[in-house]
């Protein structure tokens, strides 16, 4: 019976994710196009939008191999398992053992390593430039969100995200210089792999400096709804990030009761929705940045996680 | 309760430090003088946190003359100073951003090291001035790389930021020394602005690489 619950509560966690990953998206559409003076499409279109394509035809290129079919399918399936891991409502689920900071890099790494691939599997020159871009924003984020991990390892002590959560939750850390340079270096490399404005224009397939867009230009029908519902996962997963490891009060401790659990999923969406809305006011108040720029922007985020590294030393000695 | 006190006044110092780096990365001129105005209102919320966790009411004096003086006095007249040039619109040329800002790095790492056999004191007066120490040296390495003299005085004065957040963070430090110091640096941002104004009017720009020609140890100074 313990088990049954425990795998419910777990498969809950699984579908939570995927069931509002289209409707976050959604609400930061909406907030933008009011910040711009539009009304905006109907908070549920990105559900109809995937709706739409996975009921039409998908149209592949003539030269396209194996590896532009199956792509969607592994960026998905490896985004959802990395969405999945992260804890959202609740800390101690079944899996919690997997869901390690580092896999989650390492999924999130695969994914894109699928995307670019596919980018560049057509043979057009788009996608190419699409997939050089990305490798080299994931080049320089990478870096940054590895020495992230470290600074919440070595202030938590493991990698694991639910201790880490369920430390945090306590209050026993305190305000942290270390964790406030580390959650100011995550914002950074959220914005950077979400494919957010100061780095690329997730509204257009228009512009020369985008990176996304391009690589997913030749895709079409489910394909391209599996590629669009695993942006959005994505999208879910760093906002669940961001709540897990620097504003977990709320999360349910192992071995809550159903109270918990409630109390953990309404603060849960409650955390989401604030940030679906802040992201948006973010990317209106800043102008799309050269590519040259990119490793200006992406650096600073290294460095402050590297301060935050470095701090960590300070205050707890060689 | 007393080790939440502790780390406000923690991350307010970090703050400071995360707006040395902001300089040293912005190349506008006027986006340059509004991160220093951000600076010093940081440390004047540092300082007055200082006053109520040390118990020590002078140091809001500190932080008044912080605040007034460097967070609006000194941006409002760097302002103006810039738009009577005409170099507001100007991007200045930083000598490689990214090299500098590993370098910045290494400075920070530089400070820590320094810091670590500091002993027999808590990590957090060591936190403290190892941020401080970092905010000076980052302020030395802005007057370096800039080739403005306007953003040079703004290093200058962001370096002094370094001084008060390090005097405040030991305990006790004299209000006489504070003015001191505060007027001292008024002073030289005085000093300074007449020293751009005649450099201006002598050579039609505010960069000092202009000055090089007039070095006495070079072949080729006409």
């Known amino acids: ?318 | 309760m007393s080790k939440l006190l502790f780390d406000v006044a923690h991350l307010l110092a970090g703050s400071m430090l995360v707006l040395s780096f902001a300089l040293l990365y912005q190349d506008r001129i006027t986006a340059v003088i509004n991160v220093f105005a951000l600076q010093a209102i940081t440390l004047s919320l540092s300082v007055a946190w200082q006053a109520l966790v040390q118990d020590a009411p002078h140091l809001i004096v500190t932080a008044a003359i912080a605040l007034v003086v460097k967070g609006f006095v000194v941006p409002y007249f760097l302002q103006r100073i810039v738009r009577a040039l005409n170099i507001h619109r100007q991007i200045e040329q930083v000598i490689g951003s990214g090299s500098t800002m590993l370098t910045g790095l290494g400075l920070v790492a530089l400070s820590i090291l320094l810091v670590q056999p500091v002993g027999e004191v808590s990590i957090y007066v060591r936190e403290d001035l190892a941020f401080a120490l970092a905010v000076i040296l980052l302020g030395l390495l802005m007057m370096i790389t800039r080739r403005n003299a306007v953003t040079q005085v703004v290093g200058f004065m962001s370096l002094e930021n370094g001084l008060v957040l390090a005097a405040t963070g030991a305990k006790g430090m004299p209000l006489v020394v504070e003015v001191s110091v505060a007027f001292s640096v008024l002073i030289a941002f005085i000093v300074f602005g007449v020293f751009v104004f005649r450099m201006r009017e002598r050579f039609d720009t505010v960069d000092v690489s202009a000055l090089d020609r007039f070095r006495g140890d070079r072949k080729d100074a006409p």
């Not at chain 1, 532009?68 to 409502?89: E, G, N, Q």
């Not at chain 1, 977990?248 to 309404?266: K, S």
Request: aromatic share 10%; glycine share 8%.
């Open chain 1, 1 to 318: 019976m313990a088990l049954i619950v425990d795998l419910f509560l777990q498969a809950m966690q699984m579908v939570l994710v995927v069931a509002i990953a289209p409707a976050v998206l959604g609400i930061t559409r909406k907030v933008k196009a009011r910040l711009l003076r539009r009304i905006g499409p109907p908070l549920l279109q990105p559900y109809l939008d995937l709706w739409k394509l996975m009921h039409k035809e998908a149209v592949l290129a003539h030269n396209a191999s194996w590896v532009y079919r199956t792509a969607p399918y592994t960026i998905f399936a490896a985004t959802w398992v990395a969405a999945a891991l992260v804890p959202s409502y609740a800390t101690g689920l079944l899996f919690s053992w997997s869901a390690d900071l580092i896999a989650i890099v390492a999924l999130l790494g695969t994914a894109r390593f699928a995307l670019a691939l596919a980018g560049m599997d057509v043979g057009t020159a788009f996608g190419g430039i699409g997939s050089s871009r990305e490798m080299m924003i994931a080049s320089l984020a990478e870096p940054a969100m590895i020495l992230i991990v470290f600074t919440v390892a070595l202030v938590a002590g493991t990698t694991q995200l639910s201790a880490v959560a369920t430390l945090f939750s306590t209050g026993s850390v305190g305000l942290r210089v270390s964790l406030g340079l580390g959650l100011f270096a995550f914002l950074f490399v959220a914005v950077a792999e979400n494919a957010r404005i100061p780095i690329d224009n997730p509204a257009t397939h228009l512009e020369l400096t985008m990176v996304h867009e391009a690589m997913v230009l030749e895709y079409s029908g489910r394909h391209l709804a599996m590629i669009e519902a695993a942006s959005a996962l994505k999208l879910v997963l760093y906002f669940s990030l961001i709540v897990c490891l620097f504003v977990p009060p709320g999360i349910a401790g192992p071995g809550a009761g159903l109270p918990e659990y409630a109390l953990g999923i309404v603060s849960y969406l409650a955390k989401l929705l604030v940030l679906a809305v802040l992201l948006p006011i973010g990317e209106t108040s800043v102008a799309k940045m050269r590519v040259f720029r990119y490793p200006l922007f992406v650096g600073s985020a290294f460095a402050a996680a590297a301060l935050a590294v470095f701090l960590l030393f300070v205050s707890k000695g060689f």
